[in-house]
């Protein structure tokens, strides 16, 4: 077991972590090496900094507004994310000396008592620099006391988890504001017709676009999946009734199957009504107080389908087959920032604002969900080596420390991964966008 006393002395300012600096940062969370005061991006260098970022993202206006609204939007959520850090960890007498919007060289920072903010170059993330992330963190003896690792689980936990729950309270007022201002769009059972092929068999039963399939011949409709797969289980010229939503009323509409004609489907000869179909969504109107709560309440099944959306994208099988072209299942296609801001210009389109700001929930909910998963470098990593430490401790009421430098191997077998991952992501998303 390591205990204060055992810790080597700090190093010297700006020298190299004895570890090496790229194994500090990624056990730290971000950079460990601290710049004296005149060594700081101020002055005219900085204020072109700041200039050129905001000219950069300000560019993307001129492609697409939705582009700049979804990713002010994103940077937002970023920021927040690392304010839920710093801000818990300063309320519970820990010591934050670095809090950088980006990665890499700095553009322009400033300090303020102990901390130094800014920009850097890279526009990857953020972070906030807390000393004595782990025994591996090295820190002068006067501030062991305001370290990391020396305050209790209930707060180490705390901080490492407020950064997801900044995410989760923003997708809360994200989602009220939706369900105020448009009402919440809830996924019912039916499949909602959308194209009907001119002359087609439903064309000619009446079938109409917008129309809700509910049942053919009493056998329920849940999906568009189950239209097809009913009308393929019969045969050409038999007559199915289909119970049918039109105008909030419910009608039965016979409909005498015909025979696919085109030679070139694999359909050829089979029974086709000449429908598109798609998922039927209902939109509820709240009041403010239901809007408030179910904002509240979404939030749970909402993250159990983003864990289970993680898992499947995170299976290196799915990843490979979406890169050989074999698999179309868009829930297990990886994406990146980039394929979601591309794709938020055609919700944005469609939608307009109250698009964007679903998109931004759901993909609030995402990552902190995702940030959440037990693996180093995230912060569910950093959250489950201080739950391994307390269930170590036990009753002794004696410190534990985790030895870190162990789990370095694992942490960079995950980095690959998600190395990986972003790269295969955003080459689907260049060479086959979504949407």
Do not use: C
Request: zero cysteines.
């Amino acid at each position: 077991m390591t205990t204060h006393d055992e810790l080597p002395a700090p190093p010297a300012p700006n020298d190299e972590p004895p570890h090496g600096r790229f194994t500090s940062e990624v056990m730290a969370g971000g950079a460990v090496v601290e710049k004296a005061d005149d060594e700081l991006v101020g002055g005219w260098r900085g204020a072109f900094g700041v200039l050129g970022v905001v000219a950069l993202i300000a560019l993307l206006g001129l492609f697409s507004l939705w582009w700049l609204v979804f990713v002010i939007g994103v940077l937002i959520a970023i920021f927040l994310h690392e304010l839920g850090h710093f801000s818990t960890a300063r309320w519970t007498g820990m010591k934050a000396t670095q809090f950088f919007i980006g990665f890499g060289p700095r553009v322009w920072s400033f300090r303020r008592g102990e901390t130094e903010y800014g920009i850097r170059a890279l526009p990857l993330g953020a972070f906030v620099r807390i000393i004595g992330m782990n025994s591996m963190d090295e820190v002068a003896p006067e501030d062991e006391g305001r370290t990391y690792r020396s305050k209790s689980f209930p707060k180490r936990l705390l901080v490492i988890s407020a950064g997801s729950i900044m995410h989760m309270l923003l997708a809360i007022v994200l989602l009220f504001t939706v369900y105020v201002a448009d009402g919440e769009v809830v996924q019912r059972d039916g499949a909602e017709i959308g194209i009907v092929e001119q002359t087609g068999p439903a064309f000619v039963a009446g079938i109409q676009p917008d129309d809700v399939v509910l049942s053919i011949d009493g056998e329920a409709v849940e999906s568009s999946v189950d239209l097809g797969r009913i009308v393929q289980s019969n045969e050409p010229q038999e007559v199915l009734t289909f119970e049918v939503l039109r105008d909030g009323r419910e009608i039965f509409v016979p409909v005498a199957l015909g025979a696919n004609t085109d030679e070139e489907s694999p359909l050829f000869g089979k029974p086709y009504i000449g429908v598109s179909s798609g998922t039927y969504y209902e939109t509820i109107e709240h009041s403010t107080g239901a809007a408030a709560v179910n904002a509240v309440t979404d939030i749970f099944p909402t993250s159990w389908e983003m864990t289970k959306g993680a898992v499947k994208v995170l299976n290196p099988v799915n990843i490979f087959t979406h890169l050989a072209g074999t698999n179309e299942d868009l829930e297990t296609r990886p994406t990146t920032l980039v394929g979601v801001t591309g794709l938020s210009d055609d919700v944005g389109e469609s939608q307009g604002l109250i698009g964007i700001l679903f998109l931004l929930a759901v993909l609030n909910v995402f990552i902190g969900v995702f940030n959440m998963f037990p693996l180093l470098p995230l912060d569910g990593g950093h959250a489950a080596i201080a739950t391994y430490e307390r269930l170590r401790e036990g009753r002794s009421r004696q410190r534990y420390y985790a030895d870190v430098a162990k789990m370095m191997p694992f942490a960079m077998a995950v980095m690959t991964v998600l190395l990986f991952l972003f790269m295969s992501g955003l080459y689907l998303d260049i060479t086959d966008p979504v949407g």
